[in-house]
């Protein structure tokens, strides 16, 4: 649009919005009229400033890229892909997992049985061991020990 068709549209839009500013005050009152009359003035301010042109240029970029969306078929490839990723992702959840070993299997167990073995030898020879399994169950049960023995529990 050229600088004509900015200067009728905002003329346009002051002397509408003259109408609702004049209807505004006869049926509601002035406080009505007052805020009609400010929204009024801001077609021709923003004229002035050239708001109204930077406005259009965002409208017409908006257009362009709502034009290309539709017709390009790299776009709906690209939206494809991104709805691929995010079921993917979803899909992750369900999924099994390796499981992170535990601080004991990563300071190394001496046992015969692998680190992740549940079985009735692994269970007994952790709990004959001297050595504690981790400081954080060491310090754990220390605290726990000496709430029993104060309490005369052991």
Not at 35 to 55: D, H, I, N, Q, S
């Amino acid at each position: 649009m050229d600088q004509g068709a900015y200067l009728a549209l905002a003329a346009a839009l002051t002397v509408l919005g003259a109408i609702w500013t004049w209807v505004a005050l006869r049926r509601r009152g002035l406080g009505a009229g007052v805020k009609a009359l400010g929204w009024t003035l801001l077609a021709p301010a923003a004229y002035l400033t050239g708001l109204l042109r930077a406005g259009g240029r965002i409208v017409d970029a908006i257009a362009d890229w709502a034009a290309r969306l539709v017709f390009s078929p790299t776009v709906w490839i690209g939206f494809g892909i991104a709805a691929l990723a995010i079921v993917l992702i979803f899909v992750a959840r369900f999924l099994p997992t390796k499981e992170k070993p535990s601080r004991a299997a990563r300071k190394g167990s001496t046992g015969a049985a692998p680190a992740g073995s549940a079985g009735p030898a692994s269970v007994a020879a952790r709990k004959t061991a001297k050595s504690p399994v981790s400081d954080e169950d060491d310090d754990d049960l220390a605290d726990v020990n000496d709430i029993l023995k104060k309490y005369g529990i052991s």
